[in-house]
């Protein structure tokens, strides 16, 4: 089992910028990855999915044009580019392997601890 770490969480104002990371404990190059949010009372959010071995990407409508996955050099290395932030956005954003690659925004077979995110007004 895949072991995934995140990082780069923080707090900003709306309009600002983030970029999450997600360390894995294999090689994730071929892997299809995604992240999800999460707030209390709220249920789980697919945000953004990558098929590394298909080129594709997939993003909720929420985030579409605003947020970025990427699998940087690295080859265990995922990442969550995220600008123009929203207070809406504010959550635990964590990073996850997707049960169906075909439908990589909607449950997930592992996950991390998460990093918050929250934004201001």
């Known amino acids: 089992q895949v072991q995934l770490v995140e990082s780069g969480g923080g707090s900003v104002q709306a309009g600002g910028s983030l970029t999450l990371s997600c360390e894995a404990s294999?090689?994730?190059?071929?892997?299809?990855m995604a992240w999800f949010r999460q707030t209390p009372g709220k249920e789980r959010e697919g945000v953004a999915a990558?098929?590394?071995?298909?080129?594709?990407?997939y993003y909720a409508d929420f985030v579409k044009g605003r947020f970025t996955i990427s699998q940087e050099n690295a080859m265990n290395k995922l990442s969550l580019q995220m600008k123009n932030l929203k207070p809406d956005d504010t959550a635990m954003y964590y990073c996850?392997?997707?049960?169906?690659?075909?439908?990589?925004?909607?449950?997930?077979?592992?996950w991390g601890q998460g990093t918050q995110v929250t934004v201001s007004s």
């Open positions: 996850a392997v997707p049960t169906l690659c075909l439908n990589p925004l909607s449950s997930y077979n592992y």
């Open positions: 294999e090689n994730i190059s071929r892997l299809c």
């Open positions: 990558i098929d590394p071995v298909m080129s594709r990407t």
